[in-house]
């Protein structure tokens, strides 16, 4: 089988490795079949991370089971499923409590696509490994495209989380979106199905504006041409230090404002005007199983469609030429 490694910034390889296999009884061997690259992905191999070395890169994708182990309830060969990128039991203390990211039956930050805690390969390999498949693996709906939710390992699922995030501390609230990256987009859609009452879209971006202005939201090329200064939500989606502290700056007293950007070093906050406003700030990493089901039967009902965010149709075959010329989200296909 193949795998994809990154090597160095914009530099990946195909290497070939003997297949995986069955290990436990609670596992499943998938073949992805469409995948996609997480934001943090395109970030990694265009060398605006601090990690390092060659690794087994890739965290989206949606694949067929092809092997399962005795023990595992729900599954059956050649179901499609999205697979979360997150290892996770699915039956400790913080799996039971809906933060699989937290899982106690595996190292801190077990992943697929990044080695931090632990090796686990990643989704762009020909054939991938899930430990306890029944608790992780979820099948995509009849009706629904593989392709459409090539994104709910991760990103898709994290904006849904994030816009919930809002919508429970006020319902149906304006919600302004500072973007920049695929979950920001993802975002105006769902923030649209889930009943806010207004999106706000910024983005120096044109191609991304119109997509955000397709799903219903409101856009601007700048916080300077908005015509309110302050939401009741705020979300940062750029993945940069200005962008928190615009989406920070424009959250009312009693505000809540999400993070969905990954800042590898520390960054300066407006921490005297979020205590004098008393503004809430959440970020993390996504919990994806809690949240499939529901992303799933938006994307089912019509809801919700993921595919105007894919910038670009490429194949598996293609990839170590093709993602690191590609600066927006690709769908990759065989």
Request: negative net charge; charged residues 15%; contains cysteine.
């Amino acid at each position: 089988m193949r795998v994809l490694e990154y090597i160095g910034p914009g530099q990946l390889q195909w290497r070939d490795t003997p297949d995986v296999e069955l290990v436990e009884p609670s596992d499943a061997v998938v073949r992805p079949v469409t995948a996609t690259t997480c934001d943090l992905d395109r970030a990694i191999i265009a060398g605006r991370t601090p990690i390092r070395g060659t690794i087994a890169i890739g965290h989206e994708c949606v694949a067929e089971v092809v092997a399962l182990g005795s023990e595992t309830p729900g599954l059956a060969v050649g179901d499609i499923v999205v697979v979360p990128w997150h290892i996770s039991c699915g039956t400790c203390k913080t799996c039971v409590a809906g933060a699989p990211t937290r899982c106690q039956a595996v190292a801190r930050n077990a992943m697929f696509g990044l080695p931090t805690g632990g090796q686990w390969g990643g989704l762009f390999s020909e054939l991938v490994r899930v430990p306890w498949a029944s608790a992780n693996l979820v099948r995509v709906p009849e009706g629904v495209s593989p392709e459409a939710v090539a994104s709910a390992s991760d990103n898709l699922t994290d904006a849904y989380r994030s816009v919930l995030l809002g919508q429970s501390c006020s319902p149906g609230a304006p919600l302004l979106i500072l973007g920049g990256t695929s979950i920001g987009l993802y975002a105006c859609a769902f923030a649209r199905a889930m009943g806010s009452e207004r999106v706000v879209y910024v983005d120096a971006n044109e191609r991304r504006r119109g997509i955000a202005a397709a799903y219903g939201a409101d856009s601007a090329s700048s916080v300077a041409e908005l015509d309110r200064a302050e939401f009741p939500l705020t979300f940062d989606a750029a993945a940069d230090p200005a962008g928190l502290r615009a989406a920070l700056t424009a959250t009312e007293p009693g505000g809540h404002c999400h993070s969905a950007g990954i800042y590898f070093a520390d960054v300066s906050l407006p921490t005297n005007a979020m205590y004098m406003n008393s503004v809430t700030l959440t970020t993390g990493r996504p919990d994806i199983t809690p949240h499939l089901p529901a992303v799933l039967q938006l994307v089912a009902d019509g809801k919700v469609d993921p595919t105007p965010v894919f910038s670009d149709r490429i194949t598996f075959d293609s990839l170590p030429e093709s993602l690191p010329l590609l600066p927006e989200k690709p769908l990759v296909v065989h």
